[in-house]
């Protein structure tokens, strides 16, 4: 399995440079758990970009986004999830210097989404996510779109686990230039519990998206960095 997981990193992390952009996510999520069923999260993010071609994600700001989380735990293998609110404050992409200084895009989203997990064996499972996800921009139509996401998970030892995944998105009303394809992510990623309050995912994502507008399909290559904490 070591060797999988080293073959898995080897051929993700590999053709990194030789794409448009690259991107660094750091999601940091202080989550408390109300009792056995319910708990509330809030998220904070913050995403780096490249320029084009260049090897740097740390070069220029992407995005800065809170949002609220209160989950409903119906059993092992059954979670509801509701984003009452949530505020992302889009930078522009950035292909030539210069880019950097267009204005914000900003915009609030509001979100419900299903999970489902079949355990395959004492080790193995697979994982099912289900969301729809209301965008409104400040200075643009809104968005409608569907989150669809597999994945396939392997328990290492006790603290260590790995999932590997993929994510589509669509979208559904509003739709400029036919958009109902958004983006669709490939990623795996390595999961370590430190102890029972700290949790730490390490990732990798390929995304390939249709920009709102765009005629073109670009390919970013993510660092995914998430911090849990539980109180």
């Known amino acids: 399995m070591k060797n999988l997981i080293l073959f898995v990193l080897f051929f993700a992390f590999n053709p990194l440079y030789s794409q448009d952009h690259t991107q660094f996510w750091l999601r940091t999520s202080i989550q408390n758990n109300l009792d056995k069923n319910w708990s509330s999260t809030l998220e904070l993010h913050h995403r780096t970009q490249s320029l084009a071609n260049t090897e740097s994600p740390f070069r220029y700001p992407l995005t800065n986004a809170v949002r609220l989380w209160v989950s409903y735990k119906l ?22 210097v210069g880019d950097e200084l267009r204005l914000n895009a900003n915009e609030h989203r509001t979100q419900v989404q299903y999970e489902n997990k079949i355990s395959v064996s004492r080790l193995w499972s697979l994982t099912s996510r289900f969301g729809a996800e209301y965008r409104i921009f400040e200075r643009n139509q809104d968005l409608f779109r569907f989150r669809i996401r597999e994945g396939l998970n392997y328990i290492v030892s006790k603290n260590l686990s790995l999932q590997i995944y993929d994510e589509l998105f669509l979208n559904t009303i509003n739709i400029e230039r036919s958009h109902v394809f958004d983006q669709n992510r490939i990623g795996f990623q390595l999961s370590y519990n430190l102890d029972r309050h700290i949790k730490l995912d390490l990732g990798h994502n390929l995304i390939h998206a249709l920009p709102r507008n765009g005629e073109l399909v670009p390919i970013s290559f993510i660092f995914l960095t998430t911090f849990y904490y539980t109180i």
């Open 75 to 96: 059993n092992s293998n059954h979670t509801f999830i509701v984003s009452p609110y949530a505020f992302f404050s889009n930078n522009p992409v950035v292909n030539n």
